[in-house]
């Protein structure tokens, strides 16, 4: 192929790529966060400030773990970077982590729980799907999950 011809279509391919994720959305429809928002706009009006009164009463506990797994990753990146850290005080830190995670586990499904039960909207639970997204163990039928889902550590609640 001449080059004359190659620059052109390898331009045609490009821009027909990007049309076509542009057409679907981009890459933030996708994934653990798409959530049921089709449902959502769906519902009535006032359905729907039901679901954002909900959310709003739990911004500021999902604020605060937020907050306090910065300040955990925070002190743990510096006591790596120091190059003083005992194996012992990394555990620890992690293991905080990992509680703060199951918190917000916790509270997030205690938030769609009453989002279900005041509108009937469902949302996909956390770690739950294809992906090995948070907390998750992907899909159980690749066999990626012991037990077919049953015994994955991301879903032992």
């Given at each position: ?11 045609v391919l490009v821009l ?67 190059g003083k850290a005992d ?22 499904k205690k938030m769609t ?45």
């Amino acid at each position: 192929m001449k080059r004359k011809t190659l620059i052109p279509m390898i331009v045609v391919l490009v821009l027909s790529m990007a049309a076509v994720a542009m057409a679907r959305g981009g890459y933030q429809q996708g994934g653990y966060h798409s959530g049921n928002w089709a449902a959502y706009n769906q519902l009535t009006p006032e359905k729907q400030q039901q679901v954002q009164a909900i959310i709003k009463k739990y911004e500021d506990t999902f604020e605060s773990f937020k907050s306090q797994q910065w300040a955990k990753r925070t002190e743990l990146n510096a006591l790596v970077d120091s190059g003083k850290a005992d194996k012992e005080t990394i555990h620890n830190l992690v293991k905080e982590l990992s509680d703060i995670r199951d918190k917000v586990y916790a509270e997030h499904k205690k938030m769609t729980e009453e989002i279900e039960k005041d509108t009937g909207l469902s949302f996909p639970t956390m770690g739950q799907g294809m992906g090995r997204g948070y907390r998750g163990c992907g899909n159980a039928q690749q066999g990626n999950c012991p037990g077919g889902g049953g015994g994955c550590p991301g879903q032992r609640f």
